[in-house]
């Protein structure tokens, strides 16, 4: 019986923060003590964060979230997990909790209406309705919506960019998504202030879709931002979009390349997995102190001397961690 007594939750929410810096030292100090690990990014416009821990930490950690009355609204997606997904804690500031370029726009002032994953699910296969995803290549190649448009960027920063090419859509019922509603926040409320007139987002994301609707008609896997690489959304009627970096046959099967300074995401086939030893290319096959390939094309990384603590400048944090050495 599988063991699942770890969560990893998907979360973020569109607040403002006036005192950023001092906030993260806070919410990073919670982590530490809480054994809570992953990515979080905090800035004046909100929070953006995937973590796991240990359930009761995780439960914990959505406390901390929901009582404060700037993030009372924050809505977790849910997974649960035989370990930690994430080996370290980054608590971060950055101007975005998504690097858009669309710092002018206020998702809490006008952003594209909200669908729960049923009625995205009874929406997308209308007539007049666009399927939008605003991901990047590596994501969509791996997973897409049936009759989704993709867009050609390598970064949700050329999202804005790309919209000028879709003028023609204008009139349109316009469905975007993402992995986790985030980015469509702002994706959708720049479609409408660039005259599009009739704009929806998947709120929660894929990840949602997934748990919620049973991710029907999502083709492929769906990339995340942690140790696991890809998921499985859809249980009703999968299919493998992605091709093998190597051959070019039907492939879901992600690894990253042995080869530690290209460490490549690609999609590749057991047989080329071995073939290749675990590389992209010949070329990184050929690097002597390539990685060793044990077949699954995952390499632990390296904690040797990792201090959660780091980051933390409060000297009363300092202090704390000292005695904790000296115990
Ligand atoms: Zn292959
Ligand atoms: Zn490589």
Same mark, same amino acid.
């Given at each position: $019986?599988?063991?699942?007594?770890?969560?990893?939750?998907?979360?973020?929410? =569109?607040?403002?923060?006036? @005192? &950023?810096?001092? =906030?993260?030292?806070?919410?990073?100090?919670?982590?530490?003590?809480?054994?809570?690990? /992953?990515? !979080?990014? !905090?800035?004046?416009?909100?929070? @953006?964060?995937?973590?796991?821990?240990?359930?009761?930490?995780?439960?914990?950690?959505?406390?901390?979230?929901?009582?404060? &009355?700037? *993030?009372?609204?924050?809505? *977790?997606?849910?997974?649960?997990?035989?370990?930690?997904?994430?080996?370290?804690?980054?608590?971060? =500031?950055?101007?975005?909790?998504?690097?858009?370029?669309?710092?002018?726009?206020?998702?809490?002032?006008r952003t594209g209406k909200?669908?729960?994953?049923?009625?995205?699910?009874?929406?997308?296969?209308?007539?007049?309705?666009v399927?939008l995803?605003?991901?990047?290549?590596?994501?969509?190649?791996?997973?897409?919506?049936?009759?989704?448009?993709?867009?050609?960027?390598?970064?949700?920063?050329?999202? &804005?960019?790309?919209?000028?090419?879709?003028?023609?859509?204008k009139?349109k019922k316009v469905l975007t998504?993402?992995?986790?509603?985030?980015?469509c926040?702002?994706a959708s409320a720049f479609l409408l202030e660039q005259?599009f007139e009739d704009v929806y987002q998947?709120?929660? /994301?894929?990840?949602?879709?997934? $748990?919620?609707?049973?991710?029907?008609?999502?083709?492929?896997?769906?990339?995340?931002?942690?140790?696991?690489?890809?998921?499985?959304?859809?249980? !009703?009627?999968?299919?493998?979009?992605?091709?093998?970096?190597?051959? /070019?046959?039907?492939?879901?099967? $992600? !690894?990253?390349?042995?080869?530690?300074?290209?460490?490549?995401?690609?999609?590749?086939?057991?047989?080329?997995?071995?073939?290749?030893?675990?590389?992209?290319?010949?070329?990184?096959?050929?690097?002597?102190?390539?990685?060793?390939?044990?077949?699954?094309?995952? =390499?632990?990384?390296?904690? @040797?001397?990792?201090?959660?603590?780091?980051?933390?400048?409060?000297?009363?944090?300092?202090?704390?961690?000292?005695?904790?050495?000296?115990?």
């Amino acid at each position: $019986m599988e063991n699942k007594n770890f969560q990893i939750l998907l979360y973020y929410c =569109y607040a403002k923060i006036d @005192n &950023p810096e001092e =906030y993260r030292e806070q919410h990073h100090l919670f982590c530490v003590e809480n054994n809570i690990r /992953g990515r !979080i990014i !905090i800035s004046d416009e909100g929070l @953006n964060g995937t973590v796991s821990g240990l359930t009761e930490d995780c439960i914990n950690y959505m406390k901390f979230i929901h009582a404060d &009355p700037r *993030f009372s609204k924050t809505e *977790f997606k849910i997974d649960s997990y035989d370990s930690h997904t994430f080996t370290k804690i980054h608590v971060r =500031y950055k101007p975005e909790i998504v690097h858009s370029a669309l710092r002018h726009l206020d998702p809490n002032v006008r952003t594209g209406k909200h669908l729960d994953p049923e009625s995205f699910r009874n929406l997308k296969d209308q007539e007049d309705v666009v399927i939008l995803d605003v991901r990047s290549n590596y994501e969509h190649e791996l997973g897409h919506f049936k009759n989704a448009l993709t867009l050609d960027i390598d970064n949700f920063r050329d999202f &804005p960019d790309k919209v000028k090419e879709l003028g023609h859509l204008k009139k349109k019922k316009v469905l975007t998504y993402c992995t986790g509603g985030i980015k469509c926040e702002k994706a959708s409320a720049f479609l409408l202030e660039q005259g599009f007139e009739d704009v929806y987002q998947l709120h929660g /994301g894929i990840i949602k879709y997934g $748990m919620e609707a049973g991710g029907e008609d999502f083709e492929g896997k769906c990339y995340v931002f942690d140790n696991r690489i890809a998921v499985d959304v859809n249980t !009703i009627n999968p299919k493998v979009v992605s091709k093998c970096h190597i051959c /070019g046959t039907g492939s879901d099967r $992600m !690894i990253n390349c042995a080869n530690q300074s290209c460490n490549v995401h690609v999609a590749m086939c057991e047989e080329c997995g071995w073939k290749m030893e675990g590389s992209c290319s010949i070329e990184c096959k050929d690097i002597p102190e390539k990685r060793h390939y044990d077949g699954t094309g995952y =390499y632990q990384k390296h904690t @040797n001397g990792y201090n959660p603590y780091k980051g933390l400048v409060r000297k009363t944090t300092k202090d704390k961690f000292l005695d904790r050495v000296i115990e």
